[in-house]
């Protein structure tokens, strides 16, 4: 009977291990009850301590992803990415495969074509590119090689489809007139904190996308689904884009080497206490 207690309980440990549930999620990554309103479901596996693995898929039962978190609740703002995550086309093929480390990313990052052809290949250490980003064509021809130190480009080659070299740009850039340093230091002028949203100690993040014309202005913005819902920390957004973004003139927006006609970024809002 001692033998068939303890292969019970061991029985229990190793399902336990294991479990797995099905949860659904909103447009926002929540978790919610109602199957009819949801945009995704998840399959989450809890593997072992700060293991836990999750399969995302549409409604249509494509899979989407597969990441692992050391933790993953109902908030998505607490969820941990700690592991491997690899994200998919619809045909089956990884569009992305990388690693994070406590919520950093950490370690070989790589993007590639639906083909399963290589596109894209760096490494991230807490948090940043170190060391050499190498891009591809699809044809396999290198297309760009840079190097990286702490986060910051610090140049390299481009080369076009016959190997010949060409002017050399960024391949990571907002835009924004002068660079990401210039901005953080525009937004820490220009950027207001309400008065009353200071009093109530109201606190978060809007998320902004902008859209810009061939010139290089505004055209359009948005600010997105996931911002902190609060009206006046949306109002200072809004009053922040219209007054001090929209009179400057940026440059093309370019992400994984590839020139973009928008771009988003995080407006912070933290409470701090005045001694």
């Known amino acids: 009977m001692r033998n068939i207690g303890i292969f019970g309980m061991l029985c229990f440990f190793v399902l336990s291990a294991f479990s797995q ?115 591809y064509y699809p044809n396999g021809k290198l297309w760009r090689i840079e190097q990286f130190s702490k986060g910051r480009s610090m140049g390299g080659h481009i080369f076009d489809e016959s190997g010949k070299e060409v002017e050399f740009y960024p391949s990571e850039r907002n835009g924004f007139p002068g660079g990401s340093v210039a901005m953080i230091k525009f937004l820490a002028k220009h950027l207001r904190y309400p ?47 219209e007054e001090d973004l929209m009179p400057l003139k940026w440059e093309r927006p370019v992400h994984f080497g590839e020139f973009r006609n928008s771009v988003k970024f995080p407006l912070v809002f933290r409470y701090r206490k005045i001694s």
Request: hydrophobic share 30%; glycine share 6%; with cysteine.
């Open 21 to 135: 549930d099905t949860i659904y999620l909103d447009k926002q990554k929540r978790w919610i009850d109602d199957k009819d309103k949801a945009h995704q479901y998840c399959i989450r596996k809890e593997l072992g301590k700060n293991n836990i693995e999750v399969a995302f898929y549409n409604m249509g039962d494509t899979l989407l992803r597969i990441q692992h978190y050391a933790a993953f609740t109902k908030e998505p703002k607490e969820r941990i990415l700690h592991g491997e995550s690899i994200l998919y086309y619809a045909n089956g093929q990884p569009s992305e495969i990388y690693h994070d480390w406590n919520g950093k990313r950490h370690g070989k990052y790589q993007r590639f074509y639906e083909n399963g052809q290589l596109k894209y290949e760096c490494l991230f250490i807490k948090g940043r590119r170190e060391r050499n980003v190498n891009m």
């Open 195 to 241: 008065k009353k949203a200071a009093q109530e100690k109201v606190q978060g993040t809007v998320i902004i996308e902008l859209k810009f014309d061939e010139e290089g202005h505004i055209e359009s913005y948005e600010i997105l689904p996931q911002s902190v819902k609060h009206y006046l920390l949306r109002q200072e957004a809004v009053r922040l884009i």
